[in-house]
């Protein structure tokens, strides 16, 4: 198989293949990222065509954004026309849900499944081969996938067709910002209050206002530690679908809409390349009595 994008989470996915026993083709812009995979048994490819090329029976994307994906995918010389019949494409990549139908028609049009996969869980999850994968195509191509997904995910949901997965991870990001500005008002909260935060979250770890988001980044966020587990840049990107999303479909999203404005400020801030749990340098920013703020 090929797999193109070596990211924080696309490089440890690629790694899990290798590990389930998968012959495994990689191709990354930033060569040196490709380095530890072909040392573990992967194959170097020069470029993206070449990471789907000779019969690969299944080629997986992981990139950045809706763009990315049309122009490795779509554009000329796309992996597609390397692909033959019978193959099956998985995009792992958070698009909007229009490219990921663009993508199952051009493939179809060419007898080549199509997958749209998001993933959810983070560079921890990935890590981990935990990832919980919301999958959208037909019944009969998602069951071709999932051998594969279960490398890497320990969830794999069919939702519906194709774009289906992506409408499904928008609203997965729309949790995950409220999660986190919550989170972070949280820890502000309780520092002005003199309470250790750590305490006062365990605290509240074991009742209704648990959650995975909680348990995950609030000890990296009281640190102030914002190492990129998924960045400030892709989270406001994810937002940005949603609220495309809703506007085609003529709802309103007014905490969605709030939120993605803390995480743009974030990355106005220069926070872009920093976790997403930087939203509480925002936080910070409006709470100068805490000393934290700046």
Known sequence: MGFIGLGVMGAPMAGHLLDAGFEVGVFNRSPEKMAPLVDRGARAASDARDAAAAG?????????????????????????????PGSLFIDCTTVRPATSRAVAAAAAQRGIGAVDAPVSGGEVGAIAGTLAVMAGGSAEDVQRARPVLDAFAGSVQHVGPAGAGQTVKAANQMLVAGNLALLAEAI????????????????????????????????????????????????????RIAADCAAESGIALPVTALVSQLIAAVCARGGGDLDHGAVLTVIDALSPTTGVGT
């Open 188 to 239: 502000v909260f309780l520092e002005a209050a003199g309470i250790d935060p750590s305490t006062g979250l365990s605290a509240i770890a074991g009742g209704l206002a648990g959650s995975r988001c909680l348990d995950v980044k609030s000890p990296n966020m009281i640190k102030r530690d914002f190492t990129p587990g998924f960045r400030s840049v892709l989270h406001r990107k994810d937002l």
């Open 56 to 84: 690969a029976d299944v080629v997986i994307t992981m990139l950045p954004d809706s763009p990315d994906v049309e122009q490795v995918v779509l554009g000329d010389g796309g992996v597609l026309t390397a692909m033959p």
